[in-house]
């Protein structure tokens, strides 16, 4: 071998040793992140369902079969409008037999009221001539009597006149008072009238309880009744939902209590629809928690028209603003040294190339991220891979993919990116 190849292989060994010597002692590459004062928004997301303020089951009160059902579910129905029609031919004919005995007892009241007064008023003043005349005889008998002409059992046989005459005049009144109107007769007259205008009532009711109407505007849920079915009382064969604002009810982690408000604003979407988004607003939150699944019910209210494409019970994802910082510096809950929950912490960040420890207190917490109150400023790089020695060289790296989630109505710049993909 030449010399000269063998000053080229001693370089090209001497090259070779350099970069492995250099390669070994290159600080490492973590991945960083760059603070930057963003809006944070830290959300609570749950599922919801579609509900009305008033959900009723229509049933039948009468055992009977079913005529006619005149609605099919998803129809619009008006207060009062037809639902279902049972069979009333019976019925009608027992109406008709009340109506029959309420006109015979107001046939007999006005009757007691007209010509049966009449009559009794009569018949008063017949015995009164009659008891007049009887005395007048039993005055010219007594006279008699006294003088010789007739003897004493003539004068017994006209006072028995007298006694006669004076019971019918009696009778003749007590008829005349009944026939008054505070008269027996017609007061049970006017009860007998009474008890069959409540008996034509009775079966007017039982009559009307074969056509089942609406109790409001509202609409079909459920239909379960055919025509031709026989039907009983206590089974449910309309299910309404009446009209009303919708409300959006969802069952929430009693551990999130203490972030939820009323009147906090809502994000929600169908499962079904996800690309229509809509508003809503926390109407209520329950003031019991369900001890069986350690939740707590809360109601949204949509503050403008609901979706048309909207139904009852369906499934909903609801997002809830729950707190909001317009500016802050928010730092990865894994750049977090200690107890994340605490309220103060620390984080490691590059400072020339080198590795530097630094105290942090800690503001609003998300899942992901946390708001640095004292210990960072806007620019400083936050390191996010495995604990370093403080001293230490290092080398960041910012450039990895940040999955972002822009805050509505605000730019979509990659600080209020990166802030509002911590907020949730």
Known sequence: MSRRAVWLFVALAAVVAALAVWWATRPPTVPAVTLRAAPLVRTLQFS?????????????????????????????????????RLESDELRAVLAQAQASEHQAAARLAGLRST?????????????????????????????????????????????????????????????????????????AQAQLALARSTTAAAQARLAQTELSAPADARVLARTVEPGQIVQPGRALLSLALAGPLQLEAQVDERYLEQLQVGQLASVVADAFPGQRFAARVQSIAPLVDAQRGAIEVKLALPQRAPEFLREDMTLSVEVETALRERALAVPVAALRGDPAAARAAVLVERDGRVEERPVRLGLRTLDAAEVLEGLADGDTVLLGPALKPGSRVRTDTSGPVVAKARKGTADDMGSTIGNAWGR
């Open 48 to 84: 919801a369902r579609v509900a009305t303020p008033s959900r009723v089951d229509v049933g039948s009160t009468l055992t009977g079969r079913v005529v006619q059902v005149a609605v099919d579910e998803g129809a619009q129905v008006r207060k009062g409008e037809l639902l279902v």
């Open 116 to 188: 049966g007064r009449s009559a009794a008023q009569a018949a008063v003043e017949q015995a009164e001539s009659v008891l007049l005349a009887a005395q007048a005889e039993l005055r010219r008998t007594q006279d008699l009597v006294a003088q010789g002409f007739l003897s004493e059992s003539r004068l017994d046989d006209v006072r028995r006149v007298v006694a006669v005459a004076q019971a019918q005049l009696d009778s003749a009144r007590a008829q005349s008072a009944a026939n008054a109107d505070a008269g027996t007769d017609v007061a049970q």
